[in-house]
T-cell receptor, first 114, second 110 residues
Framework: NAGVMQNPRHLVRRRGQEARLRCSPM?????VYWYRQLPEEGLKFMVY????????ESGMPKERFSAEFPKEGPSILRIQQVVRGDSAAYFC????????????FGPGTRLTVL | QQPVQSPQAVILREGEDAVINCSSS?????VHWYRQKHGEAPVFLMI?????EQKGHEKISASFNEKKQQSSLYLTASQLSYSGTYFC???????????FGKGTSLLVTP
């Protein structure tokens, strides 16, 4: 059973460009969570999605950031007009439909904004 | 609110024991423990649900005191592979996002 997959693993963007990060959950998992981690810091929750629904986006910046989890295909975290402060590791986690909702993390996407 | 972990860092010799604590000011549904090595993804260790249970995984175990809103991770007879940063994650309700502590850096030396 393949784990959580994320791509790309590394992404370099110039200021003002768009970044698209993809996450495919583990087979059988319908819950997806996005977290951001700055160097030497902990994980900060951004958004929690189920298929076609955003359940909790309380950790998502109000502007430039959006997320989706369509019926078909991976979850996408989109950052428009990136700034240097967006440079971080972005981790996706998935959990199964039923409890105890253990979250399994993907390898992350390391975004560098030049 | 972010749970508080202690200590921030610990250095052990191989074979020694360590305890990492995680406390919250809010009522918790569950506590999740992860270990992360530099440049890698967090790896799930164990989950504890409210009810004061204690779980074990080889030489790593944990407890969850629901009334005190505290959890502790116990590492016995540490191995070099235990080195990394340990995070506790807490959630207020089943299946929701985890609120992570700042982490405890553990270094096991030969």
């Amino acid at each position: 059973n393949a784990g959580v997959m994320q791509n790309p693993r590394h992404l370099v963007r110039r200021r003002g460009q768009e970044a698209r990060l993809r996450c495919s959950p583990m087979k059988g998992h319908s819950h997806v969570y996005w977290y951001r981690q700055l160097p030497e810091e902990g994980l900060k929750f951004m958004v929690y999605l189920q298929k076609e629904n955003i359940i909790d986006e309380s950790g998502m910046p109000k502007e430039r950031f959006s997320a989706e989890f369509p019926k078909e295909g991976p979850s996408i975290l989109r950052i428009q007009q990136v700034v240097r402060g967006d440079s971080a590791a972005y981790f996706c986690a998935s959990s199964p439909e039923e409890g105890p909702y253990t979250q399994y993390f993907g390898p992350g996407t390391r975004l560098t904004v030049l | 609110q972010q749970p508080v972990q202690s200590p921030q860092a610990v250095i052990l010799r191989e074979g020694e024991d360590a305890v990492i604590n995680c406390s919250s000011s809010k009522a918790l549904y569950s506590v999740h423990w992860y270990r992360q090595k530099h440049g890698e993804a967090p790896v799930f260790l164990m989950i504890l649900l409210k009810g004061g249970e204690q779980k074990g995984h080889e030489k790593i175990s944990a407890s969850f005191n629901e009334k005190k809103q505290q959890s502790s991770l116990y590492l016995t007879a540490s191995q070099l592979s235990y080195s990394g940063t340990y995070f506790c994650g807490t959630d207020k309700n089943s299946g929701y996002a985890l609120n992570f502590g700042k982490g405890t850096s553990l270094l096991v030396t030969p």
